[in-house]
């Protein structure tokens, strides 16, 4: 016979899972666009990475998201509801998109990716503090078969689902380009974000089995998030976290157009470097959950900072010809190396919200992951911007691209620098009692 618990742990997992699979299958029709924008509206290399980069401006206000989401209910409920919300707004700006086909303009289309971020990142929010929240209860009899401890496991477990999303639009997203109107893609999306949202708001939150916590107002919330950060494990933990990508300046665009316009890449070859990538993420998801989730933490984030610059550095040789010269083709090196390189960046997210969950206070779980994804949001556009900064210093343009190695040694050069204080970093209490025995 099935208890109560074992349902409430399943359900849980269907609402995160279908969650986190459908936020990863978000770059399904954002591949589409960022063609649309190259071919259709004729964006140069930096104002691609310009519109890319600031589309993601709603995801710095998750702290607002969370703080709402901990102490606003909605009808008894204060997960469920804002999983919906979100779900909806994508819904709305994707079908939207995709029925504006003679009047989308540069203007337009960046307002809809901005209402698209704004519902995913309220979804995001709704979805961390729901697994910082089951990760925090301690496994009993009656659930430990069905709701994973703090060890990392539903982290685990939604990482593999956002990347098996992950990997199918990217796989799809290949496949449509090449075939059908990019506004297909986004109807495609719309459609799926529109039954997200039917089969959320049918859901009863009290189903899931989440603990039980008292309503607090925003203010009380406020400050018990102000009072979590003043903490000094939290506050240098994630303010190097968040700098450890603000002082990357990223050259997506200028590579995106470098692979496209100078090595003619098809978009096909794109869309499976893309793919490669998730499946990556996806093995990277139970590599962690069994076998590194007891290497301490600024160990295992350190080493991925490493590889991310090394990484970089074998860019730099790519553009140089190298590879080429050894016979290697171009179109392998870009499904391989460049579409690992591409997720090795958010490598560092599993091992850190596992640390993060553990560190969280009780009550502000909510506040304090949506703290972290606004920071690390905040982080991307600012090294995006930096990105743009940099192709300019450089004198990278749409047609030349000789520049790009230089550009490419000062990228791996900053990537390594966060290595040097990663001692900020918290380590993992629970490999600190190992080390001891």
């Not at 009656?142 to 539903?154: D, E, I, V």
């Not at 990484?311 to 083709?329: A, K, T």
């Not at 392998?332 to 596992?354: A, D, H, M, Q, R």
Request: aromatic residues 12%; positive net charge; proline residues 5%.
């Amino acid at each position: 016979m099935v208890s109560s618990s074992d349902g409430d742990g399943r359900l849980m997992k269907k609402v995160l899972g279908l969650g986190y699979w459908v936020q990863g299958f978000r770059c399904f029709p954002w591949l589409a666009v960022i063609f649309f924008l190259k071919d259709g509206l004729s964006v140069d290399p930096s104002t691609l990475q310009v519109l890319l980069n600031s589309a993601n401006l709603p995801m710095v206000g998750k702290p607002l998201y969370g703080l709402v989401s901990d102490s606003v209910y909605i009808s008894g409920q204060h997960r469920v509801p804002y999983i919906a919300l979100g779900a909806f707004l994508q819904a709305l700006s994707w079908l939207a998109i995709a029925i504006s086909r003679s009047s989308l303009s540069i203007f337009t289309i960046s307002i809809y990716l901005l209402l698209s971020n704004l519902g995913a990142a309220i979804a995001e929010v709704a979805n961390d503090a729901i697994v910082a929240e089951m990760s925090k209860q301690p496994p009993s009899s009656t659930k430990q078969s069905s709701q994973p401890s703090s060890s990392g496991n539903l982290q685990s477990f939604v990482w593999i689902a956002s990347s098996v999303g992950g990997v199918l639009g990217n796989l799809l997203g290949g496949i449509f380009i090449s075939r059908f109107a990019p506004q297909s893609t986004f109807l495609v999306f719309g459609l799926l974000a529109a039954l997200q949202f039917f089969i959320t708001i049918s859901i009863s939150e009290n189903s899931l089995g989440l603990p039980k916590s008292p309503s607090a107002g925003i203010r009380k919330q406020l400050s018990e998030l102000l009072v979590a950060l003043r903490k000094p494990e939290i506050a240098y933990s994630i303010s190097w976290f968040a700098a450890s990508y603000a002082i990357i300046p990223a050259l997506t665009g200028t590579m995106f157009f470098y692979q496209t316009e100078y090595l003619k890449i098809d978009s096909s070859i794109l869309g499976i470097s893309k793919v490669f990538g998730q499946v990556t993420m996806l093995l990277w998801g139970i590599i962690y959950n069994q076998y590194l989730k007891s290497v301490p933490p600024r160990k295992l984030i350190s080493a991925i900072q490493a590889m991310m610059a090394f990484l970089m550095i074998s860019d730099y040789l790519f553009v140089r010809g190298l590879y080429r010269e050894m016979g290697v083709p171009d179109s392998l090196y870009v499904v391989i190396f460049s579409g690992f390189l591409e997720v090795l960046f958010f490598f560092k997210i599993l091992p850190f919200s596992v640390l993060i969950a553990q560190l969280c206070p009780q009550g502000c779980e909510g506040s304090i992951m949506a703290f972290l994804m606004s920071a690390m949001a905040l982080a991307f556009i600012v090294s995006g911007y930096l990105g743009v900064a940099l192709a300019s210093y450089i004198k990278v343009t749409a047609s030349d691209f000789s520049g790009l190695p230089l550009g490419l040694v000062i990228q791996a050069a900053c990537t390594l620098l966060p290595i040097f204080w990663s001692s900020c970093i918290h380590d993992d209490v629970k490999s600190k009692a190992k080390k001891k025995d």
